[in-house]
């Protein structure tokens, strides 16, 4: 028991966030701003990211030149549908290599 309190201790804050999770199969349609709009985890993240001005949002991505392209063509997608592009952060290390992993991380004052 304790032995998982410290590593719940030890875990970065997103991780013990509300993680919401996008998949390449979503990913992989044709994308427009309605359709990268449509997309519930884009669409439920970017909601609470507007309600939470105190708040940036983290990409985990999966690591390797494909996982590279995607999360900075879903940076670009996320800045052209008007989030600020200093409030988002890329990390590479999602935990599968279809997904990229969204939280939102409280910003220090």
């Given amino acids: 028991m304790r032995a998982l309190l410290i590593l719940l201790l030890l875990l970065p804050l997103p991780l013990l966030a509300d993680t919401r999770v996008l998949t390449l199969a979503e990913w992989s349609?044709?994308?427009?701003?309605?359709?990268?709009?449509?997309?519930?985890?884009?669409?439920?993240?970017?909601?609470?990211?507007?309600?939470?001005?105190?708040?940036?949002?983290?990409?985990?991505?999966?690591?390797?030149?494909?996982?590279?392209?995607?999360?900075?063509?879903?940076?670009?997608?996320?800045?052209?549908?008007a989030v600020d592009p200093q409030r988002i952060e890329l990390h590479r290390g999602s935990r599968t290599a279809d997904t990229i992993e969204l939280s939102l991380n409280e910003v220090e004052p």
């Fill in 29 to 81: 349609v044709p994308r427009n701003g309605g359709t990268v709009l449509a997309m519930p985890p884009l669409r439920e993240t970017i909601a609470e990211l507007t309600r939470r001005p105190e708040t940036s949002l983290l990409l985990r991505y999966p690591g390797g030149e494909a996982g590279t392209l995607w999360a900075e063509e879903l940076r670009a997608w996320l800045v052209a549908l």
